[in-house]
């Protein structure tokens, strides 16, 4: 029996490119997932997207205690930011 070339194993021609007569479950391309939404977004449980809040960086002087206080708290996405940070993260 012949050995295979690397190439041939991952369905590539000589050149590199893909062969017709690969099988399609040689290759399923992967889902990136944005790193930039993974460390500002995380999934509830029932789906929803919790994040922080905004406007708590800086010029905090002129900023009241409560309202301070009140971002603080943690966030939650509406349906339609929520269905785009699901598809931005596919497998979290």
């Known amino acids: 029996m012949r ?3 690397n190439t041939e194993r991952q369905g590539l ?6 062969r017709r007569d690969a ?5 399923m391309p992967k889902i990136k997932t944005s790193r930039s ?4 977004f995380r999934f509830t ?3 929803g997207v919790k994040h922080k809040r905004a406007y708590l ?3 905090l002087s002129s900023k009241s205690r409560g309202r301070k206080r009140r971002l603080r708290q ?11 940070a699901h598809a931005l993260l596919p497998y979290l």
């Open 45 to 47: 449980k029932n789906g």
């Open 57 to 59: 960086r800086h010029l």
């Open 23 to 27: 099988c399609v479950a040689d290759y």
């Open 74 to 84: 943690v966030g939650t996405l509406n349906k339609t930011d929520a269905a785009t």
């Open 13 to 18: 021609s000589e050149r590199g490119e893909r």
């Open 37 to 40: 939404a993974a460390k500002r």
């Open 3 to 5: 050995r295979l070339k």
